[in-house]
C-alpha cells in the first residue's frame, strides 16, 4: 500500500535528513508516530489481497501481481521484494501485505545519506584516485538506488584458550616464542547479510554501521526506498556467525601478544549465539557504464562510506612503475655492484648477505602479488553481473519482470 | 662479480617498483577495503581470564 499524505493525499517518502515523512508535493512533514495512526486507520478499511501467483511455464519467473493504489496499474514484484517503486507511474507503492506475510524486520537503520550525497561521496573519491581513468572519473550515472538490505544481527558469546606461537628479537637474536592466552568476550550486533544474491564481502566491506541508530521497524522507513526480504535464514548464518565471531576474536588475542608472525597452533573455543534480530540496513547501489561493462559501486546509507574497485588506467601505472625502477636502480645497482666487489665471494657473510636480499626480493614480490590478488578480486565484485543484477532487480525494471 | 651486482641491483629495483605501483594502486582504486572491528562490536575490550608468555607445550596441556 502507499502513505498518503493526510493533507492533499500525494504520495509520501521518506526524508533522510529530517528522519520524518516528507510529502513531495505540499512540502509537509510527518512523523513515523503520525503515519502508525494512519496506517492503522488505512488498515482497518481493509489490505488489497494479493493476487494469485502466475502459474509456473517454461522461461518464466513466478512473481506476484500488485495493484498500485496510486495508478491502478498491475505490479509485478519480484519474489524477495518487499517495497518497490511502481515501474509505470513512478509512485512510491509499499506492500505491505508482502512484508506483513513473511518475518516483519525487528529493527532498521534508516538512510541518513540521500542520493546526492551519494554520489557525490563517490565522485570525490574517484577524484582522488590517481589511477582512475578520466572516463570512469567523469562518469554518468547510469542507475541510484536506495536498498535496504536483509541481516541478520547476532550477539554472542566467545570463549577461547589458545596457544600462540611467535617469532621475537632480530638477526642473530631472532627466537620462536610461545604464548598462552585465556579470554572471553560478548559480541553485539554483529551483522550478516541475508540476502543469497548479495556477496558476503560486499556487505561486509559496507560496515561499520553505528549500531546505536538502530530503531524500531516503521514501514514509513521503507517507503522511497527499495527493500529486500530475507531468503538466507538466521539458522542458515549460524555457522557463519560463528566463524565471523572467530575472526573478530583470534584477531584481538594475536594482538595481545608482542611478537611478529603471529599464529594460533591451538586453541579450545566455545561460543554460544544469544541473540538473533532480523534487520534491514541501508545502502546505495550506484551503476555506470565504463568500455561498456556495468561497474556498481556501494555506499553506505548511513556513513557514506564508498565501497567497490574500479579499473586502473594503465598508462599510468607503467609510467609510475618505471618512474619507481629507474629511481630505485639508480641506487640498487651501485649498491649491488658495491657489495658484489667490496666483499669476497668465499667469504660467509657474502652468501647471507645474498640470502638476505634474495629473500627481500622474494617478500617484495610476494607482497605486490597479495595486493593485485585484492585488487582483482575487488574489482571482479564491483564488476559483477550479480551485484548489477542485484540493483537492477530491485528496481522493478530487470528481466524477471518483462 | 659486476654483473652480478648489476642483475642484483635491478631485479631489487624490479621487485620495489611491484610491490610500492601496487600499494598505490590499491590505495587509489580499491575503495572501502575495510570490516567492522572487533571494536565496533564489543563494549568492553577482550576479558583476558589468564595470560602467560613464554610458555612450553606441556604447560599448555595442562
Given at each position: 500500500?502507499?502513505?498518503?499524505?493526510?493533507?492533499?493525499?500525494?504520495?509520501l517518502v521518506f526524508d533522510a535528513q529530517t528522519g520524518k515523512m516528507q510529502c513531495k508535493y505540499c512540502g509537509s512533514f510527518f512523523t513515523m508516530a503520525d503515519i502508525e495512526d494512519q496506517f492503522q486507520?488505512?488498515?482497518?478499511?481493509?489490505?488489497?489481497?494479493?493476487?494469485?501467483?502466475?502459474?509456473?511455464?517454461?522461461?518464466?519467473?513466478?512473481?506476484?501481481?500488485?495493484?498500485?493504489?496510486?495508478?491502478?496499474?498491475?505490479?509485478?514484484?519480484?519474489?524477495?521484494?518487499?517495497?518497490?517503486?511502481?515501474?509505470?507511474?513512478?509512485?512510491?507503492?509499499?506492500?505491505?501485505?508482502?512484508?506483513?506475510?513473511?518475518?516483519k524486520p525487528e529493527v532498521i537503520i534508516p538512510f541518513r545519506i540521500q542520493k546526492q550525497e551519494a554520489v557525490a561521496a563517490i565522485r570525490k573519491r574517484f577524484n582522488q584516485g590517481f589511477f582512475i581513468?578520466?572516463?570512469?572519473?567523469?562518469?554518468?550515472?547510469?542507475?541510484?538506488?536506495?536498498?535496504?538490505?536483509?541481516?541478520?544481527?547476532?550477539?554472542?558469546?566467545?570463549?577461547?584458550?589458545?596457544?600462540?606461537?611467535?617469532?621475537?628479537?632480530?638477526?642473530?637474536?631472532?627466537?620462536?616464542?610461545?604464548?598462552?592466552?585465556?579470554?572471553?568476550?560478548?559480541?553485539?550486533?554483529?551483522?550478516?547479510?541475508?540476502?543469497?544474491?548479495?556477496?558476503?564481502?560486499?556487505?561486509?566491506?559496507?560496515?561499520?554501521?553505528?549500531?546505536?541508530?538502530?530503531?524500531?521497524?516503521?514501514?514509513?522507513?521503507?517507503?522511497?526506498?527499495?527493500?529486500?526480504?530475507?531468503?538466507?535464514?538466521?539458522?542458515?548464518?549460524?555457522?557463519?556467525?560463528?566463524?565471523?565471531?572467530?575472526?573478530?576474536?583470534?584477531?584481538?588475542?594475536?594482538?595481545?601478544?608482542?611478537?611478529?608472525?603471529?599464529?594460533?597452533?591451538?586453541?579450545?573455543?566455545?561460543?554460544?549465539?544469544?541473540?538473533?534480530?532480523?534487520?534491514?540496513?541501508?545502502?546505495?547501489?550506484?551503476t555506470f557504464r565504463y568500455k561498456d561493462k556495468p561497474y556498481t559501486m556501494l555506499v553506505n546509507g548511513q556513513t557514506g562510506k564508498v565501497v567497490g574497485a574500479v579499473p586502473c588506467d594503465s598508462a599510468?601505472?607503467?609510467?609510475?612503475?618505471?618512474?619507481?625502477?629507474?629511481?630505485?636502480?639508480?641506487?640498487?645497482?651501485?649498491?649491488?655492484?658495491?657489495?658484489?666487489?667490496?666483499?669476497?665471494?668465499?667469504?660467509?657473510?657474502?652468501?647471507?648477505?645474498?640470502?638476505?636480499?634474495?629473500?627481500?626480493?622474494?617478500?617484495?614480490?610476494?607482497?605486490?602479488?597479495?595486493?593485485?590478488?585484492?585488487?582483482?578480486?575487488?574489482?571482479?565484485?564491483?564488476?559483477?553481473?550479480?551485484?548489477?543484477?542485484?540493483?537492477?532487480?530491485?528496481?522493478?525494471?530487470?528481466?524477471?519482470?518483462? | 662479480?659486476?654483473?652480478?651486482?648489476?642483475?642484483?641491483?635491478?631485479?631489487?629495483?624490479?621487485?620495489?617498483?611491484?610491490?610500492?605501483?601496487?600499494?598505490?594502486?590499491?590505495?587509489?582504486?580499491?575503495?572501502?577495503?575495510?570490516?567492522?572491528?572487533?571494536?565496533?562490536?564489543?563494549?568492553?575490550?577482550?576479558?583476558?581470564?589468564?595470560?602467560?608468555?613464554?610458555?612450553?607445550?606441556?604447560?599448555?596441556?595442562?
Amino acid at each position: 500500500m502507499e502513505i498518503k499524505c493526510p493533507g492533499c493525499g500525494a504520495a509520501l517518502v521518506f526524508d533522510a535528513q529530517t528522519g520524518k515523512m516528507q510529502c513531495k508535493y505540499c512540502g509537509s512533514f510527518f512523523t513515523m508516530a503520525d503515519i502508525e495512526d494512519q496506517f492503522q486507520k488505512v488498515e482497518q478499511d481493509g489490505v488489497q489481497e494479493p493476487e494469485t501467483p502466475i502459474a509456473d511455464e517454461p522461461n518464466t519467473v513466478q512473481c506476484n501481481i500488485y495493484a498500485c493504489t496510486s495508478c491502478g496499474a498491475e505490479l509485478a514484484v519480484n519474489g524477495v521484494e518487499s517495497s518497490t517503486f511502481c515501474a509505470y507511474c513512478g509512485q512510491p507503492t509499499i506492500v505491505f501485505s508482502r512484508v506483513s506475510q513473511t518475518l516483519k524486520p525487528e529493527v532498521i537503520i534508516p538512510f541518513r545519506i540521500q542520493k546526492q550525497e551519494a554520489v557525490a561521496a563517490i565522485r570525490k573519491r574517484f577524484n582522488q584516485g590517481f589511477f582512475i581513468p578520466k572516463e570512469v572519473k567523469a562518469f554518468e550515472v547510469d542507475r541510484v538506488h536506495g536498498i535496504y538490505i536483509p541481516h541478520w544481527l547476532f550477539d554472542s558469546y566467545y570463549y577461547d584458550k589458545q596457544l600462540i606461537r611467535g617469532t621475537v628479537g632480530s638477526g642473530k637474536y631472532s627466537r620462536t616464542m610461545y604464548f598462552m592466552r585465556e579470554a572471553d568476550c560478548r559480541l553485539h550486533n554483529v551483522p550478516l547479510d541475508a540476502s543469497m544474491n548479495l556477496d558476503d564481502e560486499s556487505s561486509q566491506r559496507l560496515e561499520p554501521y553505528d549500531m546505536r541508530d538502530l530503531r524500531k521497524f516503521e514501514i514509513g522507513y521503507l517507503s522511497g526506498y527499495y527493500s529486500d526480504r530475507y531468503d538466507v535464514s538466521n539458522k542458515d548464518l549460524h555457522e557463519l556467525a560463528a566463524k565471523r565471531a572467530m575472526e573478530l576474536f583470534d584477531s584481538q588475542m594475536l594482538e595481545s601478544c608482542s611478537a611478529r608472525s603471529k599464529e594460533i597452533i591451538a586453541n579450545k573455543p566455545r561460543i554460544s549465539l544469544l541473540k538473533e534480530t532480523y534487520a534491514l540496513l541501508p545502502a546505495w547501489f550506484m551503476t555506470f557504464r565504463y568500455k561498456d561493462k556495468p561497474y556498481t559501486m556501494l555506499v553506505n546509507g548511513q556513513t557514506g562510506k564508498v565501497v567497490g574497485a574500479v579499473p586502473c588506467d594503465s598508462a599510468k601505472v607503467k609510467l609510475m612503475a618505471s618512474l619507481i625502477f629507474l629511481l630505485t636502480s639508480l641506487v640498487s645497482v651501485p649498491l649491488g655492484i658495491y657489495f658484489c666487489l667490496g666483499t669476497s665471494a668465499t667469504e660467509k657473510s657474502f652468501f647471507e648477505m645474498l640470502i638476505g636480499i634474495i629473500f627481500a626480493m622474494i617478500s617484495m614480490y610476494y607482497a605486490g602479488l597479495k595486493k593485485l590478488e585484492k585488487l582483482q578480486k575487488s574489482e571482479t565484485l564491483t564488476a559483477s553481473q550479480g551485484m548489477n543484477r542485484y540493483a537492477h532487480e530491485r528496481q522493478g525494471e530487470g528481466g524477471d519482470f518483462r | 662479480m659486476i654483473v652480478l651486482g648489476i642483475i642484483l641491483g635491478i631485479a631489487f629495483a624490479a621487485c620495489f617498483a611491484f610491490m610500492v605501483t601496487l600499494i598505490i594502486v590499491c590505495n587509489s582504486n580499491d575503495m572501502g577495503d575495510s570490516k567492522g572491528s572487533f571494536a565496533e562490536f564489543s563494549e568492553a575490550s577482550l576479558h583476558i581470564i589468564s595470560q602467560k608468555d613464554g610458555v612450553n607445550s606441556e604447560q599448555w596441556d595442562k
